[in-house]
């Protein structure tokens, strides 16, 4: 089985200052990897994801994340946040091993507030 | 630019009415889902299908049903709206393997008055 944690449910952060989201996973064979964001009142956008290779992967709005095997995580980061990051953000994994289920677990968001 | 297109933002409806949420793709998707979305909840799986004609229930099928008969049309259906229903509904789609991640509509905000 499958599952994706979120521990914070907010995470707060000064506009300039770094930010990182956490998120935790467990998976039976290999994990496919995804970070997705939701602003107010909208579907969710896709921000990137880690299927193989480099353990450092660069997406959308200047967003990383870096894939810890050992750690089994998948924390987003930014070097320095803007106020417009506010907003609800999740974690999905899906397991390679999935029984021919293409189906994501998604964790259940974290809100990051950027103060000005 | 490829979407996904739900058919209503805001939908407010009766207790008791038949619900029909519309959902559109244009990427020739394989597999289509139909999320819930609560606070505090997160993403609660009702239905998918990774084919015309083909559904699978979810975590939270109670209370809903799903037609696929085109692929790229997935409609969620609530039998008989209840006020516990009142949520946020997403549709997405993706490749069969999912591999290239899941494309999001911009959900409709279901109110069961």
């Known amino acids: 089985a499958q599952s994706v944690a979120q521990p914070e449910d907010q995470v707060n952060v000064a506009e300039g200052n770094p930010l990182t989201v956490k998120c935790t996973y467990s998976?039976?064979?290999?994990?496919?990897l995804f970070w997705y964001v939701q602003y107010p009142n909208r579907g969710l956008q896709f921000l990137l994801k880690?299927?193989?290779?480099?353990?450092l992967v660069k997406g959308s709005y200047g967003f990383e994340a870096e894939f810890n095997k050992s750690q089994t995580s998948f924390h987003l980061k930014k070097p320095s946040a803007l106020v417009s990051d506010s907003a609800l953000y999740f974690c999905a994994v899906r397991d390679t091993y999935s029984g021919g289920s293409y189906i994501p677990t998604f964790g259940r968001g974290t809100s990051l507030i950027v103060h000005p | 630019d490829v979407k996904v297109t739900q058919s209503s933002r805001y939908l407010v409806k009766r207790t008791g009415e038949k619900v029909f949420l519309e959902c559109v793709q244009d990427?020739?998707?394989?597999?289509m889902f139909w999320y819930r979305q609560d606070p505090g909840l997160g993403l609660r799986l009702i239905y998918f299908s990774y084919d015309v004609k083909m559904k699978e229930k979810g975590d939270i099928p109670e209370g809903y049903s799903v037609s696929r008969e085109k692929k790229e049309r997935f409609s969620l259906i609530l039998e008989s709206a209840s006020t516990n229903q009142t949520s946020m509904y997403l549709c997405?789609?993706?490749?069969?393997?999912?591999?290239?991640?899941?494309?999001f509509g911009s959900g409709t905000r279901l109110t069961v008055v």
């Open positions: 997405a789609s993706s490749k069969l393997t999912g591999n290239y991640g899941y494309t």
């Open positions: 990427m020739d998707h394989e597999n």
């Open positions: 880690y299927i193989t290779g480099d353990n």
């Open positions: 998976v039976s064979g290999n994990p496919y």
